[in-house]
């Protein structure tokens, strides 16, 4: 068992190679934006003189090591310090240094520079996900992690994009300057997208801007970069950049859903479902929200996250539990407000799931309706 | 005045070297402690997937490892090294205040003790990462009163020692020993005690605004109430920069002693070093912003602090350079502090060239928060306090117990070191550019090669410590009696008194030509 | 210890016990420092009303201002009724914002404004605004909420598109 772990771990990392898609696994991904692009001219510069100076003075050093020991017979000569070499190798580190802000001030001017956007679309990170709204579009969406918990807790095989994949990714058109406008909802997040050299903090009660400009078709991949509690590790951000024409024709998709989903959710709201519709839909919403803390056997974390099984609120009265998915948990802030996030029949395919899985077998039935109601 | 025995001494001691050994033996055990989270933490990066502990957890484990190394582990060597030599170095016959400086040294069990029950209170341990950026940490559980707590008690035993350290420097110094005259050690300890006095205070107002904000209604960080999360990390880091000059410069003045002697000739450039160990604490109040280049900062700002960082690398060059200058037509031998030495020039420097890149503003925000990080502070903070501490070690442990040590285990302990030092943090550089953030305990397939080399060696680089602890052992309780000059090369006033030192010494003040 | 070794001791004791103590307050000091820092960079003050400067209207310029709205935990639905609107330097603006508490209970909130980019707050003349006031709302209650608002011709020409954001924040205490 031992030796299989140990050769599965292995078999994860030679493929690393070929994963990484042509990506040099020792250096800064390829620029894909005009920043990116002064990001990794400026790191190989800096790299290069790093170099050059490490090669000349572990030169001497070890030049002194190899010829000036005792042990070949070396005396030492007694020489305190001289002033004109301590002011050269004062003066000239200075002149590189002050060498290398130049073309660092030009990036970062260029960097906070948000004026003159084609769009703007702002960015709130949540615990554990991101939001995106499109201002002027009326479109808005989360996006969250789309790699099951499965393949995390190592009982399924894990996918090319493990842990780097979203359900609805940032779209974007390619060539247009795009703006962005960062909040965050309870901590400090940030977005990070290294491919188009964009990382800004989304701080909870204030805005920041950046902005980037993609210049060619592809998918793009981040992750959050500021420590948010623990799923900190599990909401990356996708920016998908089409040409103009196809972004257009998505815009326009994105229009048309939004009326289909007011429609959809009028339907639903009038539709009954089985307990089996409810059930297996309800499987599906608790696998990709709740499992994380409740554990895919509803069995929580004892101390952390309470069990759904045989659990007071999930067993107890229908209205407790519809409210605290709905509205979160004053006492327990990380038991967060769902109403936001999850659709009608989504809240109340789970909550039946629920009361019905894990041996808590209640019979309730939920249904949409009812959940629009509680809404209001 | 009998020397008392037994547990009465060590808990009522009031003598600087037996309060040397307290400090000593007490940051070993707590770098055991901290390596054990690390090596929890590594466990769990070796391979992809969760295997070994929940992310919430991961989080407590990369925490208190943080605070404990800095504050249990690294810091209280540097001032075991300061209680031991200092009062040797100037003849003196023990600290300026000797009942304090017991106080401050039984500070720190109990933090300790906070510190390691915190992961029993309900919701764990701490999980912010050793920087406690609010608003998650108001988020934490009883943990995080605890760590504050504890860090209170540390900053109190460090800002007493501090005190201590520099009114022993500037009263007891023999006569003759002018500041100009002081060893290099005793110089760089003047300045860290400084920087301690004046930064330690701002660290304790930042954690207890956490906690009023936490318990007591006050909002300094919470926006809600017109607070602003950004300020902590400025008053942090206000703090925090200084802090990792308060790690290195004591490691600085250790070099500064090792190679002469080995090089047998004089530290080259004294005053130069003076100078640019003042120069370096100076400018570490400037820089303090550079920890927060991906915040939002006004573009004034993030070139201030993209110019000051870039210039306190000078100095810090400047060191390096007169230490090759040192060795320069030296006539050199390698016993085991040698190699310490050189081999802390030779990646330390690797952990400056990473810091002046990371100076650069817009390359810094592709790299913040990432592996890189992660690996530029661990080859400053373990290449560099940590072999410059193994360094001194070797050079005065025989001073201390009379004894040699095995050289032929410590070369063995050196050359290991190395090996599984840079096998564990050289990869994380990589990492860091090609995009793998930090405090994750799970990551994308590309970054599998080099997390399982990096745990591989740092479970090597982990259990190679506790050949270190065997050789120090092996030498306390015996070994080749060994003379007052130790080494041939050494000069200073600690190698005029026999070996291993007498509980009192320089009762008289010995008088510098 | 010769008695004027001890009394060296003595003052150096005193002397950077002091300058320990100083430091805690210097903490605590840095954070009105911070906020006139702010102030004065004109990056935010957040509860000061502004005076209208006389001036013209710049009819030959148009800035574009987003009016962004968040809710952070708090049961209410929060946005500008014109999310984007077109202005001109000088021009007084006056849009509203609709709020609705959705919960069964009685919330009290409290806006806090931030601007995008954050320099730009300077140039944000706000006559009237709901911003760091608190707002007491009746379990469903409906209400709108008015911003008046001017932009400072003087804004820097390479600033072309604003945002001006609130996120209501609940204020604790008052209803369970």
């Known amino acids: ?376 | 005045m009998q020397t008392q025995t037994g547990i009465r001494r060590w808990l009522t001691s009031t003598n600087h070297k037996d309060i040397g050994t307290l400090y000593l033996c007490f940051s070993f055990a707590m770098f055991i402690v901290g390596g054990v989270m690390a090596l929890a933490i590594r466990a769990e990066l070796f391979q992809p997937g969760l295997q070994l502990v929940r992310p919430e957890f991961f989080n407590e484990l990369t925490t208190m490892h943080g605070l404990i190394m800095v504050f249990a582990a690294i810091m209280p060597a540097m001032v075991g090294f300061a209680n031991w030599q200092i009062p040797l170095m100037i003849g003196a016959g023990d600290m300026a205040f000797p009942r304090l400086n017991n106080f401050s040294f039984w500070l720190l069990p109990v933090a300790a003790i906070l510190l390691v029950t915190s992961f029993f209170v309900p919701g764990g341990a701490a999980a912010t990462g050793w920087t406690l950026y609010p608003p998650l940490s108001t988020q934490m559980g009883p943990g995080m009163d605890l760590a504050i707590f504890a860090i209170h008690i540390l900053g109190v035993s460090s800002v007493i020692g501090a005190i201590n350290i520099v009114a022993t420097i500037l009263n007891l110094r023999a006569p003759g020993m002018t500041l100009m005259k002081m060893p290099l050690f005793v110089w760089t300890w003047l300045l860290t005690g400084y920087l301690l006095i004046a930064v330690m205070p701002v660290l304790a107002g930042a954690v207890t605004m956490v906690l009023t904000d936490r318990h007591f209604g006050t909002h300094f960080f919470n926006a809600a109430g017109g607070g602003d999360p950004v300020m902590f990390q400025h008053i942090f880091w206000f703090f925090g920069h200084p802090e990792v000059y308060i790690l290195i410069l004591p490691a600085f003045g250790i070099i500064s002693e090792v190679i002469p002697t080995f090089a047998r000739k004089p530290l080259f450039g004294y005053r130069s070093m003076v100078f640019a160990s003042c120069a370096i604490a100076l400018v570490s109040f400037c820089v303090w912003a550079h920890h927060m280049f991906a915040v939002g900062l006004p573009v004034g700002a993030q070139l201030f602090f993209m110019y000051a960082t870039l210039l306190v690398a000078v100095p810090t060059g400047v060191k390096v350079f007169n230490w090759v200058a040192t060795m320069w037509e030296g006539s050199l031998t390698f016993e085991a502090p040698m190699l310490f030495a050189v081999g802390f020039i030779f990646v330390f420097t690797v952990g400056g060239f990473t810091g002046v890149i990371l100076a650069l503003a817009p390359v810094d925000i592709q790299v913040q928060d990432t592996y890189y990080v992660v690996g530029h502070f661990h080859y400053t903070m373990v290449a560099g306090s940590l072999f410059a501490l193994f360094a001194g070690t070797y050079y005065w442990l025989p001073k201390w117990t009379g004894h040699m040590y095995d050289e032929k285990l410590a070369r063995w302990h050196f050359w290991l070191s190395m090996i599984f030092f840079n096998m564990t943090f050289f990869p994380m550089h990589f990492l860091g550019l090609a995009g793998m953030p930090r405090r994750i305990p799970d990551y994308p397939l590309q970054f599998a090669q080099f997390n399982m080399l990096s745990s591989i060696g740092a479970f090597g680089f982990g259990l190679l410590q506790l050949l270190f602890l065997y050789i120090v052992i092996r030498a306390i309780r015996g070994g080749a009696k060994v003379e007052p000059k130790v080494w041939d090369g050494a000069k200073g006033l600690e190698w005029t008194v026999p070996s291993p030192a007498p509980h009192h010494t320089f009762e008289t003040p010995p008088v510098v030509s | 210890m010769s008695a004027s070794t001890h009394s060296a001791h003595r003052t150096l004791l005193l002397k950077f016990g002091v300058v320990a103590v100083l430091m805690f307050g210097f903490g605590y000091l840095l954070v009105p420092f911070y906020d006139q820092i702010c102030k004065t960079a004109g990056l935010r003050d957040i509860d000061r009303a502004d005076e209208i400067r006389s001036g013209g209207i710049d009819r030959a310029r148009t800035v574009r201002v987003e009016l962004d709205a968040n809710v952070n935990r708090l049961p209410w639905r929060f946005r500008s009724e014109t999310p984007i609107v077109n202005v001109h330097p000088g021009e007084l603006v006056t849009l509203v914002y609709d709020v609705e508490n959705t919960a069964d209970r009685p919330v009290t909130g409290q806006a806090i404004p931030s601007y995008g980019p954050p320099h730009a707050a300077a140039y944000f003349r706000k006559i009237e605004c709901f911003c760091f006031t608190q707002q007491a709302f009746a379990a469903h209650e409906k209400r709108q909420l008015p911003v008046a608002f001017v932009v400072d011709p003087g804004l820097p020409k390479d600033i072309a598109t604003l945002t001006l954001s609130y996120t209501f924040f609940e204020v604790e205490g008052n209803n369970r």
């Open chain 1, 1 to 376: 068992m031992r030796a299989r772990n140990f050769s599965a771990a292995v078999a994860y990392a030679l493929p690393g190679f070929a994963l990484a898609a042509g990506e040099s696994k020792y250096g800064l991904q390829t620029p894909q934006s005009i920043v990116a692009h002064q990001i990794y001219d400026l790191h190989t510069i800096a790299l290069a003189i790093c170099i050059v100076i490490g090669v000349v003075v572990f030169g001497a050093m070890f030049y002194s090591i190899v010829r000036h020991r005792r042990s070949v017979g070396h005396q030492a000569k007694q020489f305190h310090g001289s002033t004109p070499v301590e002011v050269t190798w004062t003066v000239i580190p200075v002149l590189i240094v002050v060498g290398m802000a130049f073309p660092a001030t030009r990036t970062v001017i260029a960097m906070k520079d948000t004026s003159g956007p084609d769009m703007t679309i702002k960015v709130t990170g949540y615990q554990w996900l991101w939001r995106y709204d499109y201002l002027g579009d009326d479109v808005s969406f989360y996006s969250q992690l789309s790699t099951g918990w499965s393949q995390i807790e190592n009982q399924a095989s894990k996918g090319q994009n493990y842990l780097l994949e979203v359900d609805h990714p940032l779209v974007v058109p390619v060539g247009k300057k795009v703006r962005l406008l960062f909040t965050a909802n309870d901590v400090i997040h940030s977005w990070w997208v290294p491919a188009l050299g964009v990382k800004q903090d989304a701080i909870p009660g204030f805005v920041r801007d950046s902005w980037f400009k993609v210049d060619t078709p592809g998918e793009y991949r981040g992750q959050c970069a500021e420590l948010c509690g623990k799923e900190h590790g599990f909401m990356p951000v996708v920016v998908q950049a089409l040409p103009e024409p196809q972004y257009a024709t998505w815009l326009a998709e994105q229009h048309a859903k939004n009326v289909a989903a007011a429609t959809a959710a009028s339907a639903a709201a009038e539709k009954i479902y089985t307990l089996a519709e409810l059930e297996s839909e309800g499987e599906k919403v608790y696998a990709r929200n709740c499992a994380a803390c409740h554990q895919a056997n509803g069995l929580g974390v004892p101390g952390a996250f309470p069990p759904i099984a045989h659990g007071p609120i999930a067993t107890g009265p229908i209205a407790a539990h519809v409210d605290i998915v709905l509205n979160g948990s004053k006492k327990n802030p990380a038991m967060a407000a769902w109403k936001n996030q999850l659709s009608d029949m989504d809240l109340a395919a789970v909550i039946t799931y629920q009361r019905n899985a894990f041996g808590n077998s209640l019979g309730d039935l939920i249904q949409p309706a009812q959940i629009a109601a509680d809404r209001h």
